[in-house]
C-alpha cells in the first residue's frame, strides 16, 4: 500500500546480527503492534544466511530486509537502517530489544498528533532469565534529563535506542567516529530543539543484557569512554557543561570497574 494513503505510518528499524531467537523476539514484538501501520526494516550485518532464510519464509510484506556484504558494523548499520526510514514516525530497536505493549506504537502516535517531537519510555531490564526494573527507572529522573539532556554525557538515563521515537523530520543519524557515547550523543542531538515528552508508563521496552552479541561484551569501556570523550569535546568545542558531565560518567565508569 502506498505510505501516502495510510495514516501515521511508523517506520521500524531493526538492525541484527546472527541471533535468530533475539531477532525473532524482536520482530514479532512490531509484527503484533494494533492500530498502527508499520514499515519494518531489517537491516542485517550477519555473515552467515540465518536472519535471510528465516525472513524469507516468514514472506511478510511489511519487512524490507537488507543484508550488508561485507558487514558494515554496528553504527555504520543503524545510518543504513535510518537512511531507508520513509514512515511519518520512526523507532530504531536494536534486535535484543522488544515492545512489551501491542499498543506501543500506537501511543506514540496519538502522543505525537498531539505535538510531541520525540518520546521516551521506561525500559526492563533481562539478564539470566531475571527481569527487573532499569537502574535509572526513577520517573521524575528521567524528566528532568527530558528537560536537560546535556546530562546524558553523565549518566544514560534514557537506556536503548528503542526507549527513543521521533517525528520523521527530526531525523539524524548516529557520528559513526563514536562507539560507548554514540546513544547519548544522538540522544542530545535528537532532543535540542524538540518537544519532547514521556510515554505512558505502560509502554516499556524490554532490553536483553549479558549475551555475548552486546556491545559491552566487547570492548574496554574505559578506553572507549575516554576516545569518544575527546571527539565529542572537540565536536562541542569544549563545551565546560560537556565537559563535566564526560568527566562524571569516568568517575562512574572507572568506580564500578573496581568493584
Excluded at 524528566?143 to 521521533?166: D, E, Q, S
Aim: overall charge positive; hydrophobic content about 40%; glycine content about 4%.
Amino acid at each position: 500500500m502506498d505510505k501516502d494513503k495510510r495514516d501515521g505510518v511508523f517506520s521500524v528499524i531493526i538492525p541484527t546480527f546472527q541471533n535468530l531467537d533475539l531477532f525473532r523476539n524482536a520482530l514479532s514484538s512490531v509484527l503484533t503492534q494494533e492500530k498502527v501501520p508499520v514499515d519494518i526494516i531489517v537491516v542485517d550485518d550477519s555473515t552467515d544466511d540465518t536472519i535471510k532464510n528465516f525472513l524469507e519464509v516468514l514472506a511478510d510484506e511489511r519487512i524490507t530486509y537488507y543484508r550488508n556484504e561485507p558487514p558494515l558494523g554496528a553504527v555504520r548499520n543503524w545510518n543504513k537502517g535510518l537512511k531507508q526510514a520513509d514512515g511519518d514516525y520512526i523507532l530504531l530497536m536494536h534486535h535484543d530489544e522488544a515492545l512489551q505493549n501491542p499498543y506501543h506504537l500506537r501511543c506514540i502516535v496519538d502522543q505525537m498528533q498531539r505535538g510531541y517531537d520525540v518520546l521516551v519510555c521506561d525500559v526492563m531490564v533481562s539478564k539470566d532469565g531475571i527481569v527487573s526494573k532499569h537502574k535509572f527507572s526513577n520517573h521524575l529522573l528521567k524528566r528532568l534529563f527530558l528537560c536537560f539532556p546535556i546530562l546524558l554525557f553523565g549518566i544514560n538515563a534514557i537506556g536503548p535506542c528503542a526507549c527513543v521515537a521521533f517525528k520523521k523530520e527530526k531525523m539524524i543519524c548516529f557520528d559513526e567516529k563514536l562507539r560507548w557515547l554514540v546513544d547519548v550523543e544522538w540522544y542530545y542531538r535528537l532532543q535540542r530543539k524538540a518537544k519532547v515528552g514521556f510515554l505512558n508508563k505502560n509502554c516499556q521496552v524490554l532490553s536483553c543484557h549479558g549475551h555475548t552479541g552486546q556491545i559491552t561484551q566487547q570492548i574496554n569501556v574505559a578506553s572507549v569512554l575516554s576516545t569518544d570523550s575527546d571527539i565529542i569535546n572537540l565536536k562541542y568545542n569544549n563545551d565546560w557543561t560537556i565537559k563535566l558531565m564526560l568527566k562524571l560518567q569516568r568517575m562512574l565508569i572507572n568506580i564500578k570497574q573496581v568493584k
